[in-house]
């Protein structure tokens, strides 16, 4: 076999790599027409008598033919495919674009940059989680390269969209598993949809890669069971922003009208973590919930956004707005 391959060393391609497939391939070639001679000669053998007992050539050839895919065949059908792929890399229009260069498109596709803009969490992560799966879906080449970006998965997804509890849960473990070592974001809305404890140990595992927490239920308790996997091996100053929202479930039994308070009665770890982490953050919204009030607590405040506050109490708004008057980074309140 002799090549018609001229390797130009300006090319860029790595001409190592293709002189030895070129040389392999030279060998192969010889290495099969010696075979296949040799088994030519081996059947002209017996016809004119083998030189050995018949039934234990027979059994050799038995055990040769069972053999022939597994050491021959297959092998060279996954040499076939690897060449295929090369090839197809080499003149498709996608394969020609850096990874890095392709990386960056991604991003802006899928949209990370924006997420953290005022966009309902539901449709946001529906987006995002779409455009992901759609491009890495597209070829071997996309799916390398957007396994392989980090950035792409810095969202963590606990939303369920009429999807099975798994699917939903496998979705966050991908996103643990490809993100980053910091700088995730988890968008969880547990309206409908309660996390098992597994999904809760990956949170805990990961707590300190968590930059930005949003999450949305119409349990408290859930809410917090969410707070506490994550605030377990937190690292409070690394969260950034912080946005919690309870939605009340359309029941038919009372419902207290005053907005729930978070930990109120917990003499957990987590309700002092929990604390110290909001005078790191600097981006706050609650809706219908608010944080245990202490002197401290908005030190670090930029942004706050509260909706749906009922404080029931004069002496409750009366410590929110104690706590506001420690806000002296405080810029936009709305």
Known sequence: MQSDLVVQPQSGWPTGS????????????????????????????????????????????????????????????????SISRSRNRLVSPCGRIPPEILAEIFELVVGLRNVSRDMPMSISVSRICLSLYRLIGVCSVWRRVGLGHSALWALVPLVCHGMPPHLTELSAYNSLECGGRNNLLLAADVHNFRSSEIIKAHLTANGHRFRIIKIRGSSVPEIESLLEAILTRAIPASIVELALCFQRRGSTQPQSPWTHTLFNSSTSSARSIFKEALTFVKVLRFSDILPPTIAQTFTNVVRLRIHAIAFGKDAVFGEFLGSLHAAVNLQTWK
């Open 18 to 81: 293709i002189q030895h497939w070129e040389e392999a391939g030279v060998r192969l070639e010889n290495a099969l027409v010696a075979y296949r001679a040799a088994c030519l000669t081996l059947e002209q053998s017996t016809v004119t008598g083998p030189l050995i007992p018949a039934d234990g050539l027979a059994g050799h050839l038995d055990r040769r033919a069972k053999q022939f895919n597994v050491v021959i065949a297959n092998p060279l059908d996954h040499s076939l495919a």
